[in-house]
């Protein structure tokens, strides 16, 4: 296993792991899909194989669990990583709705996720993160931007 199959089978096992009941509940969703879908059954066991990152383990993620561990828990880290490794980021389609009331509380919002970038830049510059961590930080940030700019566009501002 290369060290990026490696690393996206990790994440995708966090991913099943942070749902809740676990990755239990994540594969018993997985083998239901299948059932119903007509798919040729696979034992829990091999699953839990298929989702584990170790060298001992025989097992190798396939695709279509990944994308379903994503859809299952909403958590689309692996997809994140894999992007990055090819010099990617992801942006979500759905439109960057304003959250605050106006154009100054959305501004507000922006700065921590700002400063938290800049920070992870510097980090990285010092080796100490990852780019995927600087990348993860950069769409947050940028999502955040973008709210603000729809907000000052629309000027749709709710009064108190």
């Known amino acids: 296993m290369t060290d990026a199959e490696r690393k996206t ?3 995708t096992q966090a991913a099943a792991q942070g749902y809740p009941g676990g990755m239990t ?6 083998t239901k899909d ?4 007509g ?7 091999t699953l839990y194989g298929d989702f584990s990152p170790h060298e001992s383990s025989n097992g190798r993620l396939k695709v279509g669990d990944m994308i379903r561990v994503m859809q299952i828990t909403g958590d689309h880290e692996p997809l994140r990583f894999l992007a990055a490794l090819f010099g990617y980021t992801i942006s979500p389609l759905n439109p960057h709705e304003p959250d605050a009331p106006t154009l100054e509380a959305e501004a507000l919002q922006d700065y921590p996720d700002v400063v938290a970038l800049h920070r992870a830049l510097c980090a990285y510059r010092d080796g100490q993160t990852t780019m995927e961590a ?13 709210q603000t700019f729809s907000r000052a566009i629309k000027g749709d501002e709710v009064r108190q």
Do not use: F, G, P
Not at 136 to 141: N, Q, R, S, V, Y
């Open 34 to 37: 299948d059932a119903v879908a």
């Open 39 to 45: 798919r040729k059954a696979r034992a829990a066991s």
């Open 9 to 11: 089978t990790s994440l």
């Open 25 to 30: 509940a994540v594969v018993r969703i997985i």
């Open 134 to 146: 600087c990348l993860a930080l950069l769409e947050t940030a940028t999502s955040n931007l973008r």
